[in-house]
């Protein structure tokens, strides 16, 4: 079959099209923006790219367009594929029914740590000889790729999947998980997000509630306990097996039943089960939220059959994953950070992990965070209030908001969002002027860590740079 990706640099749809090529399909694709290291990744594979949407494409006469939701009314390849009546539909539902199809198919759902965990997850799983495939919303270090097929489902069934609650397409508007049909999901978190679909949290609980509809009653569900919006969903209903992670430690066998840690100042933390130790997990990462990452993926691997003690020797060898507080470089003992995080629980779990790191290595220096807007919520200003909140224990801090009336920009006022921060805060609308202060600023022994959802204009290169310069 030839399929066509509409939205082929999306990270979703740019792993969907490497799963499509390994399954023996032709792939071709085409997008508006293109960066590393989707656009890399996909010339890798010798997938075909075509700029732009330009309704001609129509020429290359594909089997079906599967149709990313990037993609709306009035974008011009899309109204000719209407207008002729050709094939279409979306990538989650093309994924549910060529790939995931026949297969042990293990979803990690939540707000924020669905990339880190699954990659927790796949790599616990290829450690541990089960040889998965996988699907995740950034390249794990131990993998070097976002998608991986692994296989006939005799060789190895299992899949694991970074499963979003956004919508699937224009004109599907259910979430992605919905199309995966999952035996092991994990909801690792849930607050509100997605202000361009979603009005409030009700309205992600009941899409979180399907996903929960979805699975069979042999499938499990791994819940985390500290959430009071995933007790809410699991209130309305659940006819899977259940377990919860991130309960109270030391409660004994038979008491308060579920995944619980304990950390320790070095990172370490010991895992529990039931109230009876499985081992300690000890490795590179840090903070909280990383450790109930990887509590979450040892409960998931388990029920598939792997041992936690197993599960436990795999994360000591664990790399994380790009744009996960990735090291770029340093310059002048300056060492400069990349992070995915964008809202403002992740941007305060960021600067918090960030913070633990340099005390257990006992190395001083400040935190300078730089940080873009730039998702659809942050763009709408619906957290803007919480903004100043999340970059508090920050030393100092760059906010970038790029000028205009373009969908690129931010409908409000960014320094206005960073005023309770005082004279640590600034916020700039040019980005040269934004790289010359932060290298000014910038003491040897400093930590610059940005933190985007997108590429942000290579910033990273630039204030390395600007540095050695």
Not at 41 to 52: F, N, S, T
Not at 350 to 357: E, I, M, P, S, W
Not at 439 to 455: E, F, K, Y
Request: hydrophobic share 45%; proline share 4%; with cysteine.
């Amino acid at each position: 079959m030839h399929i066509h990706i509409l939205g082929i640099c999306g990270t979703f749809m740019g792993g969907l099209a490497v799963l499509a090529k390994a399954a023996g399909h032709r792939v071709t694709g085409c997008d508006q923006n293109v960066y590393p290291p989707m656009s890399t990744q996909l010339k890798a594979q010798g997938i075909d790219l075509i700029a732009g949407f330009d309704a001609n494409q129509t020429a290359l006469a594909p089997d079906l367009y599967v149709i990313g939701n990037v993609v709306s009314r009035g974008n011009p390849l899309m109204e000719a594929i209407l207008d002729q009546g050709l094939p279409y539909t979306s990538g989650p539902q093309w994924m549910g029914e060529h790939i995931l199809q026949k297969r042990w198919v293990l979803a990690v759902a939540g707000t924020h740590g669905k990339t880190t965990t699954a990659s927790m997850l796949a790599w616990i799983l290829e450690d541990t000889g089960y040889a998965p495939g996988f699907l995740i919303g950034g390249v794990p270090l131990n993998f070097g790729i976002s998608a991986r097929l692994s296989g006939s489902t005799e060789d190895s069934p299992f899949f694991v999947i970074e499963a979003d609650e956004y919508d699937t397409a224009f004109f599907d508007k259910r979430s992605k998980f919905v199309h995966y049909h999952a035996k092991t999901v994990v909801l690792n978190n849930l607050e509100y997000d997605h202000a361009d679909i979603f009005p409030d949290l009700a309205a992600i609980e009941a899409q979180f509630h399907h996903l929960v509809r979805t699975v069979p009653g042999i499938g499990r569900v791994l819940v985390n306990a500290r959430e009071p919006a995933l007790a809410r969903v699991m209130a309305r209903g659940c006819w899977s097996q259940t377990e919860a992670f991130g309960v109270e430690a030391g409660a004994g066998a038979g008491s308060n039943q579920g995944w619980a840690l304990n950390t320790h100042d070095d990172g370490s933390f010991d895992v529990l089960f039931n109230g009876v130790g499985q081992g300690t997990v000890t490795w590179a990462l840090g903070g909280e939220h990383n450790c109930m990452n990887a509590l979450a993926a040892i409960a998931a691997a388990r029920h598939i059959g792997v041992v936690p003690a197993h599960a436990i020797a795999a994360l000591a060898k664990f790399g994380n994953v790009r744009r996960r507080m990735e090291l770029r470089g340093c310059a002048r003992r300056v060492a400069v950070y990349d992070d995915f995080a964008h809202h403002p629980t992740a941007i305060a779990t960021t600067v918090a992990g960030l913070r633990k790191q340099l005390q257990q290595s006992t190395k001083n220096g400040r935190i300078l965070a730089v940080l873009e807007p730039r998702s659809n919520t942050m763009k709408l200003g619906t957290m803007k209030q919480a903004l100043a909140g999340s970059l508090v224990d920050a030393d100092m801090v760059f906010g970038y908001g790029a000028p205009g009336s373009g969908k690129e920009a931010l409908g409000w006022n960014l320094g206005e969002a960073l005023a309770p921060l005082g004279s640590k805060a600034m916020a700039f609308d040019d980005m040269t002027q934004l790289v010359q202060a932060i290298v000014q600023a910038a003491q040897p022994g400093d930590h610059v860590l940005v933190m985007s959802n997108g590429g942000f204009g290579g910033i990273h290169q630039k204030i390395l740079d600007a540095l050695a310069a």
